[in-house]
């Protein structure tokens, strides 16, 4: 048996944006694919829809193949706290249909979610498919919306709630290994606001590459759709 290696980076704004670009070309050298997290609005103040470079940036990666998915609506630092973790269906909808309309208004027409630290209420899931999403990620796994398939596969953060100390990296690289040898899938996630480390990318990156060296297959979070 054989996994698949799913990688994405969140949090990509203005100030992350270069250091994502560079682990997304360093990821690219390895033949390793990277899906990316987008949100509409970032911590209150950043709006995607007025931050050119980074929309432009965007673009040129939808453009050249590469996968995105909608990261949330208002993607604040929340402490504990993710959008999407408890909301019930009506609450789900309201925050789906803003951050949709809103994606759609500035060119990103796009039919995957995954929530902010990938909580994703059962709510939220139930409305998915109202809004033309096909593949929804969450803490458990993946799931195809149109015709229930569903790939078990936890994931394995730095970043974004998560730990990015030395011992946490370790620990995610021998994760990634060791689940790669097992014949799991292997999600490997990194917030953007935590490249600018060059230790912290650095492990990321051989997280990705022991996976792949191990036997996990890359490909992206348009698995389930294809």
């Avoid at 931050?51 to 040129?60: H, I, K, M």
């Avoid at 593949?135 to 149109?146: E, R």
Wanted: glycine content about 8%.
């Amino acid at each position: 048996m054989t996994g698949h290696l799913l990688v994405s980076v969140s949090s990509i704004f203005d100030d992350t944006r270069k250091d994502v670009a560079k682990l997304v070309s360093r990821l690219d050298k390895e033949k390793i694919p990277v899906s990316l997290l987008v949100a509409p609005h970032i911590d209150g103040n950043w709006h995607l829809a007025k931050d050119a470079s980074t929309r432009s940036w965007l673009e040129e990666q939808q453009e050249s193949g590469r996968t995105l998915i909608l990261n949330g609506f208002d993607q604040p630092v929340q402490g504990r706290r993710s959008e999407f973790a408890h909301l019930e269906s009506h609450e789900a909808r309201l925050r789906l249909k803003g951050a949709t309309r809103q994606m759609k208004s500035i060119g990103f027409d796009l039919n995957i979610f995954a929530p902010p630290r990938w909580r994703l209420s059962e709510g939220t899931l139930q409305v998915l498919p109202e809004f033309d999403f096909s593949v929804a990620a969450s803490t458990k796994g993946i799931y195809n919306l149109s015709t229930g398939e569903f790939l078990a596969a936890r994931n394995l953060s730095v970043g974004e709630g998560f730990g990015a100390a030395k011992w946490w990296r370790r620990n995610i690289i021998r994760a990634a290994e060791r689940g790669a040898a097992k014949g799991n899938s292997i999600r490997l996630s990194i917030s953007g606001r935590n490249l600018a480390e060059k230790k912290v990318a650095r492990d990321f990156l051989a997280a990705a590459v022991a996976a792949a060296d191990t036997g996990a297959i890359p490909s992206d979070y348009q698995l389930l759709h294809r």
